[in-house]
């Protein structure tokens, strides 16, 4: 092999993770590309543009840390997440404010937007947020009737919250 021997690549197919590394091969130019086209193992944060050119992405900034951030959730207004075991909303400046505390561990939250409330459940706590503030659901007023259970979805349809626990779909008043 001569040291002195160098290519300029300047084309790239995309990121080729099916085929072994050995097999990683340029594809030939045709008469409009007179130059080589090279796959890639692996690339990141960059477009390949449908010239086979590359350009780096913009970078992303770390907003908020935590040790366990999950169930991130956002209607254009407001966003919720989930750290932990706390509820936070995440603000437009990105500051976060702790909403709810002593949830569940890894329990998925589910939202839903009506009338001014965010309701949320994730499988053991069911609740709505309002001014910022945490509640709980309303007792029904007439006796016969149960409170809506935590589940694992929750939704809005005809002015009414539905709730689904495994294959049991609940309906508010």
């Given amino acids: 092999m001569d040291a002195n021997k160098q290519k300029s690549v300047e084309k790239f197919s995309g990121v080729n993770t099916v085929d072994p590394r050995y097999r990683l091969w340029p594809i030939g130019g045709d008469a409009r590309r007179s130059a080589d086209v090279f796959p890639l193992r ?3 944060n960059v477009d390949i543009d449908n010239t086979y050119g590359v350009k780096s992405r913009a970078g992303r900034t770390n907003i908020i840390t935590g040790t366990d951030i999950h169930s991130l959730w956002s209607d254009g207004e407001n966003c919720f997440y989930v750290d932990g075991t706390s509820l936070y909303k995440l603000d437009a400046v990105y500051g976060a404010t702790v909403i709810k505390e002593g949830l569940t561990p ?8 009506f009338n001014k409330r965010i309701y949320y459940t994730n499988g053991f706590q069911i609740g709505y947020v309002e001014h910022d503030t945490d509640h709980a659901l309303p007792l029904p007023e ?32």
């Fill in 42 to 44: 692996e690339a990141y």
């Fill in 106 to 113: 890894n329990a998925r939250m589910a939202y839903v937007n």
């Fill in 142 to 173: 007439r006796e016969y009737k149960a409170s809506l259970p935590a589940g694992s979805h929750i939704e809005v349809f005809m002015g009414c919250l539905f709730v689904s626990v495994g294959e049991i779909l609940y309906i508010s008043d």
